[in-house]
């Protein structure tokens, strides 16, 4: 199991970005698929964006986000990092990434280890 700690949350006016990383640790880190979900108050966790342990070879994003947000990742560093650009009131929420040994899922039970979160709001 990897442990993560996500951060670069923050207040954010409508239009602007944010950056959040998850940083790792553990040993083979670049075995795993990252994921993303997020949580507003009174919903359930949904899907954000899932990128797979070779990076560019596959991703893959909730409609919701698309085009907007964009995951990357350093093995060296054992970090992935979520690009929010764009961003809408609709994105407040508490973000999470995930980690899993399988191909990319956006399934939550995909995914073994989860950090704390880190929250997001979007003013109008």
């Known amino acids: 199991q990897v442990q993560l700690v996500e951060s670069g949350g923050g207040l954010v006016q409508a239009g602007g970005s944010l950056r959040l990383s998850c940083a790792a640790s553990?040993?083979?880190?670049?075995?795993?698929?990252m994921g993303w979900f997020r949580q507003a108050p009174g919903k359930e966790r949904e899907f954000v964006g899932a990128i797979s342990w070779s990076g560019g070879i596959l991703s893959y994003y909730a409609d919701s986000v698309k085009g907007r947000f964009t995951i990357s990742r350093d093995n060296a560093e054992n970090t992935v990092y979520l690009q929010m650009n764009s961003l809408k009131p609709e994105d407040t929420a508490v973000y999470y990434c995930?980690?899993?040994?399988?191909?990319?899922?956006?399934?939550?039970?995909?995914?073994?280890?989860w950090g704390q979160g880190t929250q997001v709001t979007v003013s109008s």
């Open positions: 553990g040993r083979t880190f670049s075995r795993y698929t």
């Open positions: 995930a980690a899993g040994l399988v191909a990319v899922s956006r399934l939550e039970r995909a995914y073994d280890s």
